[in-house]
């Protein structure tokens, strides 16, 4: 069975500092791994995803996540953070080896950032 | 529309009532699937259709719950003898691709409440 870890459920930086939100995985076969974000009321947006290649993968609004296989972890990284990005974050994994897999979540990090 | 269109946004219900949700996804897009998501919870998976067939239903709860696709575009969600356990947010989300590595695209949800 596959699985998603999101052992924070609450991030708090200040406007311009760095931000991680984690993420570790499980999955039997090759990781394809996402991450979504949900604003109040909205429905999931796609971020970014890692399939294969390039460890750092980079996505919307100035997110990049590192694929990093030996700690099975997908961190989910900004430079520098904006109010704007206060929403709720959602990592994601399927299993590429299947054929077909569902894509399973993490239950979530909300991430708070104060002006 | 340009994205997944999930109606009815809300639903209140009592014990024991039929519902129905509706999903009409984005056009062209072969690949459908139904998660549910709970307070403080991450998606949980539903089915996923492929064309016209569930491809994977091993989400759904058990038999009060059933989806249909039947001319490969629209979908609905159908819920018989609702239970208050049943309130959530049913999301719905379509993907050109079927291999596993496309993004899916999610509609706004679905909110039922079972009174």
């Known amino acids: 069975a596959q699985s998603v870890a999101q052992p924070e459920d609450q991030v708090n930086v200040a406007e311009g500092n760095p931000l991680t939100v984690k993420c570790t995985y499980s999955v039997s076969g090759n990781p394809y791994l996402f991450w979504y974000v949900q604003y109040p009321n909205r429905g999931l947006q796609f971020l970014l995803k890692?399939?294969?290649?390039?460890?750092l993968v980079k996505g919307s609004y100035g997110f990049e996540a590192e694929f990093n296989k030996s700690q099975t972890s997908f961190h989910l990284k900004k430079p520098s953070a904006l109010v704007s990005d206060s929403a709720l974050y959602f990592c994601a994994v399927r299993d590429g080896n299947s054929g077909y897999s569902t894509l399973t979540f993490g239950k979530g990090t909300m991430l708070l950032v104060s002006p | 529309g340009a994205g997944v269109s999930q109606t009815p946004s809300n639903k209140v219900t009592e014990k024991g009532k039929y519902v129905e949700l509706r999903c009409d996804p984005i056009?062209?897009?072969?690949?459908l699937y139904w998660y549910r998501q709970s307070l403080g919870q991450g998606p949980e998976f539903l089915i996923y259709?492929?064309?016209?067939?569930?491809?994977?239903d091993s989400g759904l709860p058990n038999d009060r719950f059933f989806a249909v696709r039947p001319e490969g575009s629209v979908s609905t969600l159908k819920i018989q003898r609702t239970e208050r356990g049943d309130s959530a947010v049913y999301l719905c989300?379509?993907?050109?691709?079927?291999?596993?590595?496309?993004?899916?695209?999610f509609g706004e949800g679905s909110r039922l409440t079972v009174l």
């Open positions: 056009s062209g897009h072969t690949a």
């Open positions: 890692y399939i294969t290649g390039d460890n």
């Open positions: 259709f492929q064309g016209t067939g569930a491809a994977d």
């Open positions: 989300a379509s993907s050109f691709d079927s291999s596993g590595t496309g993004e899916l695209f």
